[in-house]
């Protein structure tokens, strides 16, 4: 098979969530949106459940939909992006929370299904999502009439402790929600390491669980282990790949691997990136492909099957920095090519 091989090991993922409901001064929920990071969302959010997460948070009402139809009735499902003209179906039908993001939100929320319920978001800084101090004040009392069941904002800062902006965002939040009793929340995995003063009722980490930074000191939830395809001896002066970039200096064993960049290992990554046969790291060489990498195993004495690439030894953060990105990015584009294989998969 020449397919690569993803193994998400969700008992890792349920460690780090515990990791992040200790560190939890409120409640803990999970974040799992655009398909769980990547790693899927039918075998990570049950996996979650089965740990104790009674409430998640995703993107849009239509992974609402589908999220509710895998953790069943009991959880809280909420949405960041709020009551978007056509999602108030999916909302009654399937029992979603929208946070609500603008006025406009909430008269659409308001017409549409009054005794559904729903959350606020306020804007304290980032201009993402939310409303506007301004607008929150002229509908305040009339929302809170409404009974909202959460009211939350989000960092924009928390991978950075010392950045300003996390205390200006705090003392924010803390003013447009004084005196007001609805449960709050405003820190991601981020957040929640700033310390107990930003976690309020609710914390929702998503990058945490899945083993990412910020978060230090978690459990490795993922390995990618590429087949070789083809092993070659080559002299010194070859070339190897697209436009010719690498020259062989000497006498050299090139392995063929079957990964590319339509699977999320992006061309960035062909300069200081490393295969691991166990301990021993060989360098990719030449342009990655859309489906090819050439790989130098010259240090090895043995012919692999198949070489890794994210292990406990070379980490999804290590690997996305070698493409100028972030975990997140890296994981969110992995594609569907992979055959995925769960370690403590819920039956
Ligand atoms: C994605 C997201 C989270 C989770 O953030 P992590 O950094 O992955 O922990 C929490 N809140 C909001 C509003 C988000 O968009």
Redesign the pocket.
């Given at each position: 098979m020449a397919t690569a091989t993803a193994t998400i090991d969700l008992n890792a993922l349920r460690q780090n969530w515990q990791k992040l409901r200790r560190l939890s001064s409120g409640d803990t929920a999970a974040?799992v949106?655009a398909n769980a990071y990547g790693l899927g969302v039918k075998q990570v959010a049950p996996a979650l459940y089965n740990e104790g997460a009674r409430i998640f948070?995703i993107?849009t009402a239509e992974e609402g939909a589908e999220l509710r139809s895998i953790v069943g009735k009991i959880p809280d499902i909420y949405i960041?992006s709020g009551h978007m003209n056509g999602d108030t179906d999916l909302i009654k039908n399937y029992s979603l929370i929208p946070l609500i993001n603008s006025i406009e939100q909430l008269s659409r929320h308001c017409e549409l299904s009054k005794e559904q319920k729903f959350g606020i978001q306020l804007d304290t800084g980032m201009n993402r999502?939310g409303m506007e101090p301004m607008e929150w004040e002229t509908v305040k009392e009339l929302t809170l009439s409404l009974n909202p069941v959460l009211i939350?904002s989000?960092l924009a800062c928390a991978d950075e402790p010392r950045h300003e902006m996390n205390a200006m965002q705090l003392q924010n939040f803390r003013r447009l929600t004084n005196k007001i009793n609805v449960k709050k929340s405003l820190s991601?995995?981020?957040g929640i390491l700033l310390g107990p003063e930003y976690h309020f009722d609710l914390t929702?980490?998503?990058?945490?669980i899945y083993g990412c930074s910020p978060m230090q000191d978690c459990f490795s939830v993922l390995k990618i282990e590429i087949p070789v395809i083809q092993i070659r001896e080559i002299g010194r002066g070859e070339t190897v790949g697209y436009g010719n970039t690498w020259t062989a200096p000497s006498k050299r064993k090139i392995a063929t691997i079957s990964a590319g960049y339509a699977d999320g290992l992006f061309r960035l990554l062909s300069t200081n990136t490393r295969l691991y046969f166990q301990d021993i790291g060989c360098p990719i060489v030449g342009r990655i492909s859309m489906d090819l990498i050439g790989v130098d195993i010259t240090s090895l004495d043995v012919e692999p099957e198949k070489l890794e690439l994210i292990n406990s030894q070379q980490t999804i953060d290590k690997i996305a920095g070698g493409a100028k990105t972030i975990g997140?990015e890296f994981l969110t584009s992995l594609g569907n090519r992979y055959h995925r294989n769960y370690k403590g998969l819920i039956e």
């Open positions: 974040v949106k948070f993107a960041f999502l939350m989000h991601a995995t981020g929702r980490p998503g990058i945490g997140y």
